[in-house]
């Protein structure tokens, strides 16, 4: 009989029950492997999926291959023949023989798909943003501490040489202790489109594409042809999570790194339209931390998107200076920082560093980072120690935004204070018969 939704098969039950005898968090330090080839399987292999499968694929084994879209797996299975394909990715989880996952679906699948994996004690490698919700993202920290596995959030940008120098300057002070910063993209509008309302009409879902295997955690939905699938899904709340789920773990990275900042302490929002299934067109957000040795007593940072940017005129930089369509500034009391993606660090006012040398630092390919550590022992850039509560403080904008409203962030629980509405942004509902527990 096909197992139900979501309900773990025997051996997921028996994982999961193993896992929660041994509740120890252990760092996320690879232990060296006897073979030092690594059977990973991929979930989500078409767009960055794609990619994220070349990149591991270097001196390890693809063992397994799974996409809703029959068309993206047949795709991917020609350069790995050798590879089991699936379209459902519970039944990649009864497969033997698999150490690790990569999860490159939409946003709103990251969450039980990698939950299962990691009760079943494979590394995961999951793409940005860790979860859809805070309440996810804090289930998997534990999850992960708990599985004692190698864990890694795609956000390969943290490994290029431009973010490590710009959270070395920073930490070595040499702007002084940072009192703000802003940080701006231009998606969404360019890349896919926000502010939208769901039409009254359906189409029938290609052949190809499982479109309840698409959903599944969201609500019911009708499929609507280019509306969601592939790409465009990041616009509606059922599976993406906004220009800041987007790119807010990409662009906040540097940001919580460098100032080593921990949950923020408030969190305001405005922009919209405000609607109940899509993101808004633009949206400006306020947080603020409390200070850490590199910062002032306390610090904020400013999200913008859609194209906007903090004004010109704080940047201090040359008039001819071009700036760049996503970044980051720090402002300190000795001068100001930006770094760009992908352009490297400045230091302005230009004249006030003329002399400074910046760090030597290199490159690192972020992907192979998580494979060498699951075969060789070794520590990656972005566990799910670092990037659950980053994920966590990248989608409190978007609490803040849905539920309009200031959110006062008691992190130890989870919780907006005096502000029950904002819950269930915090925690979502999954589809009924494909709750997960724990999620
Ligand atoms: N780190 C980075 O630079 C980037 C990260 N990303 C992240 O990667 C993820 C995927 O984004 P993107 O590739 O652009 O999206 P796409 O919609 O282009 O591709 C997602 C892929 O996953 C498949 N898929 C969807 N649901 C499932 C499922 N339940 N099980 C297995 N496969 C599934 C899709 O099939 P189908 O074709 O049917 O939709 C598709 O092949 C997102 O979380 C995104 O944030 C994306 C781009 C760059
Ligand atoms: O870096 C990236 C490139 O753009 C994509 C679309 O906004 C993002 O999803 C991705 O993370």
Redesign the pocket.
């Known amino acids: 009989m096909p197992h139900s939704p979501l309900r773990p098969t025997r051996r997921q039950f028996l994982g999961t029950s193993a896992a929660m005898l041994a509740p120890f968090a252990f760092p996320t330090v690879g232990r060296a492997m006897a073979n030092s080839k690594v059977n990973i399987a991929c ?7 794609a990619s994220d499968l070349k990149e591991v694929a270097v001196g390890h084994n693809i063992v397994a291959l ?4 029959t068309d ?1 797996l047949e795709t991917a299975a020609k350069n790995f023949k050798e590879a089991k394909k699936f379209q459902d ?1 519970r039944e990649v989880f009864d497969m033997k023989g698999i150490d690790a996952v990569t999860v ?4 709103h ?2 969450a039980p ?1 990698t939950l299962t994996a990691l009760r079943l004690k494979k590394h995961c490698y999951t ?3 860790l979860t859809h919700s805070i309440h996810e993202a804090r289930v998997l920290t534990k999850a992960a501490a708990e599985a004692g596995v190698v864990t890694q959030m ?3 940008h943290h490994a290029t040489k431009r973010l490590k120098i710009a959270v070395q300057t920073i930490r070595d002070g040499v702007i002084g202790k940072v009192s703000e910063v802003h940080c701006w993209t231009d998606r969404p509008g360019t890349f896919w489109k926000q502010g939208l309302e769901r039409p009254a009409t359906s189409d029938t879902p290609p052949a190809n ?1 499982n479109w309840d ?2 959903l ?1 955690v969201a609500p019911e939905r009708p499929f609507v042809a280019k509306l969601y ?3 465009h ?1 990041r616009g509606w709340w059922d599976f993406g999570t906004g220009a800041l789920g ?1 790119m807010g773990c ?1 662009i906040m990275d540097p940001v919580v790194n460098a100032l080593e900042l921990g949950a923020p302490t408030t969190v305001k929002a405005e922009g919209g339209p405000l609607l109940p299934e899509s993101g808004p067109t633009s949206c400006k957000v306020d947080y603020e931390f409390p200070g850490t040795k590199h910062t002032t007593a306390t610090v904020k940072v400013t999200w913008y998107e859609a194209g906007a940017q903090p004004p010109r005129e704080i940047f201090q930089a040359p008039a001819d200076w071009k700036n760049d369509t996503n970044g980051v500034l720090f402002r300190g009391e000795k001068g100001n920082l930006f770094v760009g993606f992908p352009i490297m660090p400045k230091l302005f006012p230009v004249a006030d560093f003329e002399n400074h040398k910046w760090p030597e630092l290199e490159d690192h390919n972020h992907y192979q980072e998580w494979t060498s550590a699951i075969a060789n022992g070794g520590k990656t850039g972005c566990p799910f120690s670092y990037s659950g509560p980053l994920t966590e403080t990248v989608l409190l904008g978007n609490v803040a935004f849905r539920a309009a409203a200031t959110i006062n962030w008691d992190s130890a629980n989870l919780k907006a204070t005096g502000l029950p509405a904002a819950d269930k942004l915090i925690r979502r509902q999954y589809r009924k018969g494909w709750e997960v527990e724990g999620l």
């Not at 979930?43 to 999926?49: D, E, H, P, Q, T």
């Not at 799974?66 to 879209?69: A, E, G, I």
């Not at 490159?104 to 946003?107: E, I, K, M, V, W």
């Open positions: 979930i989500g292999v078409g767009g960055k999926g799974c996409d809703v879209d993206r990715w490159s679906t939409p946003d699948m990251h798909v793409q940005k943003p795609g956000t390969q594409l295997m698409f599944g699938h592939p790409f899904w987007d990409h």
